[in-house]
């Protein structure tokens, strides 16, 4: 499998958009479950949205309304679509897969990717 990597990050100002991916081509099995996360500055990596192999979705209640989780199966892709974006998203994002329990928590994660810069400005 490849590695994850990240992409759709960039610099938006308030109220704007952006949608990141992450190709997941080898990383599917019977159960797993695929996440982003983020990294604010000076602070831990935390959840944002996750979905499983059920397609089940789950969000952070920061996000919950304006960020929205995919997979497209036929391309092998995550998504991440993050509308009403606001200078608190701020933060070095990163897709994830895990193989147990939710992909909100970190403890249940495989695999990171190497991440990308989403930056809102006021």
């Known amino acids: 499998r490849d590695q994850l990597v990240e992409s759709g990050g960039g610099s938006v100002q308030a109220g704007g958009a952006l949608r990141l991916s992450c190709p997941v081509s080898g990383y599917t099995a019977a159960y797993y479950c695929m996440g982003w996360f983020r990294r604010a500055p000076g602070q831990g990596r935390a959840g944002v949205a996750a979905?499983?192999?059920?397609?089940?979705?789950t969000y952070a209640d920061s996000v919950k309304g304006r960020f929205t989780i995919s997979q497209d199966n036929a391309k092998n892709t995550l998504y991440l679509q993050m509308n009403s974006l606001q200078p608190e998203d701020t933060a070095q994002y990163y897709c994830a897969v895990g193989y147990g329990g939710s992909c909100l928590s970190s403890a249940n994660i495989a695999y990171w990717g190497q991440g990308t810069q989403v930056t809102v400005s006021s």
């Open positions: 979905i499983d192999s059920n397609k089940s979705t």
